[in-house]
């Protein structure tokens, strides 16, 4: 954008738990074809005295001409999850809409490494209409089950690999004939081979087909769980194994809200609940490695040398893999540790143990420099920020609890690091 980093897009978390046992969101997805070309051109000649150009501005919500896609997540057990995907079609004619749940694994595979984290790769087979069987070194296995559309058709498993297009990039060979990419080429550009037919790989993607009438609306349901959670039934979408489970949930999710924002008014309470959405849509696994992003990985390409004389170079003992709240996962997918000590507060409210946890982790040694500093962001883990860890420690240390009774080690353990922070 002309006023920095924007994501072009229309997206609104809307509801979730502290514990994920149910959330819910929605993403306004034009009929006619994005216009990604148009974003850039147009936000490229407008400088910072100009209004941001954004996607209403272009034109492709007029006569409302777009879907709501509404998705639904919801727990059954802790790895028994739920999926439930509405498309309402919002405009004046019948349109057409591809919609295709995603399923994949990170791959950590092709870079040779082996510290904590890296795995063998793992594999994803089709065991029948429907259904899909995932083995994994450290996940386990799983399965994967996708329901008949409204017409009572099963969608259409679309395989390929987690893998970077390489050629398409940077005009080398891939690794693979199967991309990331492959979806795309094979629905749009028609690229019968971008997919592999013999229905194995490491990311799959569920192929539905949605013709809707103005004003109307077709849900899309599917399930994965843990083979040792699997649920004890055949009919995994019944209305007593799918439906009752997301009303369950979502019953559960009122109570705990009419206790954590209580006294307020049914307007207030909406606000205050979807903002605690926003904060729990935007946690994020984060997974950066200083040394490997110096050195490079040892099956893959030397970087260039510069990097050692260039930001982030004195970072060396930095090693993040954890779940991190983010400034917003899909704008900013990496965190900025002065944001994530103002998200500590609301959190606070919610979800105490994680607040604490936060805390913790951006004082531990393979976070904080060994100097004191306390790691700011990507770009430039070595940037100055405003000393407001400590006043956020404070803060969530007093919502643990009544004056006498409040967490005294977490206060401690943080105010030990914070000395060495201080000094620095």
């Excluded at 996607?55 to 001409?65: C, H, I, K, Q, S």
């Excluded at 040892?298 to 260039?310: D, K, L, S």
Aim: charged share 25%; glycine share 6%; with cysteine.
């Amino acid at each position: 954008g002309n006023h920095g980093e924007d994501v072009k897009e229309c997206y609104y978390y809307l509801d979730s738990t502290p514990t994920h046992s149910y959330m819910k969101m929605l993403y306004k997805y034009p009929q006619s074809e994005y216009p990604y070309s148009l974003l850039v051109e147009e936000n490229r000649k407008r400088g910072l005295s100009d209004p941001e150009y954004e996607l209403e501005d272009t034109g492709v919500f007029d006569e409302n001409r777009y879907w709501d896609v509404t998705a639904e997540y919801a727990k059954n057990t802790p790895n028994d999850v739920l999926c439930r995907y509405t498309v309402a079609n919002r405009g004046p004619e019948e349109a057409t809409l591809h919609v295709i749940p995603v399923l994949w694994y990170r791959n950590t595979w092709i870079w040779g490494c082996k510290h904590e984290g890296c795995t063998k790769k793992p594999s994803m087979k089709q065991h029948k209409a429907g259904e899909l069987h995932c083995s994994h070194e450290t996940l386990g296995q799983t399965t994967f089950i996708a329901d008949k559309d409204p017409s009572g058709k099963l969608p259409a498993f679309l395989f390929t690999e987690n893998e970077t297009n390489y050629s398409r990039l940077y005009n080398v060979d891939n690794y693979t004939p199967y991309t990331k990419d492959a979806f795309h080429r094979y629905i749009v550009n028609g690229e019968k081979d971008a997919i592999n037919h013999k229905s194995r790989g490491t990311k799959v993607g569920m192929h539905y087909m949605a013709t809707v009438k103005p004003g109307e609306q077709q849900t899309f349901q599917v399930r994965f769980f843990l083979q040792s959670e699997k649920p004890n039934t055949n009919s995994y979408f019944s209305s007593e194994s799918f439906d009752k489970v997301f009303a369950q949930r979502m019953k559960e999710a009122d109570e705990f809200y009419e206790k954590a924002i209580p006294n307020k008014c049914p307007q207030q309470r909406a606000v205050a609940r979807q903002a605690y959405a926003g904060l729990l849509w935007s946690k994020q696994f984060y997974h950066y490695i200083i040394k490997d992003w110096l050195s490079g990985d040892p099956e893959m390409p030397a970087p260039p040398r510069e990097r050692f004389e260039g930001r982030n170079k004195e970072w060396g003992h930095l090693f993040n893999r954890d779940v991190i709240s983010m400034p917003d996962k899909w704008e900013y997918p990496w965190y900025a540790s002065w944001d994530l000590a103002f998200h500590m507060l609301p959190f606070a409210a919610i979800d105490i143990d994680f607040a604490k946890d936060q805390l913790l982790l951006f004082l531990r040694e393979w976070y904080m420099h060994p100097n004191g500093q306390i790691p700011a962001y990507e770009f430039a883990f070595g940037d100055v920020n405003p000393p407001v860890h400590a006043w956020a420690v404070r803060k969530v240390y007093k919502a643990t609890g009544p004056r006498g009774s409040r967490d005294h080690r977490f206060l401690a353990r943080c105010f030990q690091k914070l000395i060495l922070n201080f000094t620095w």
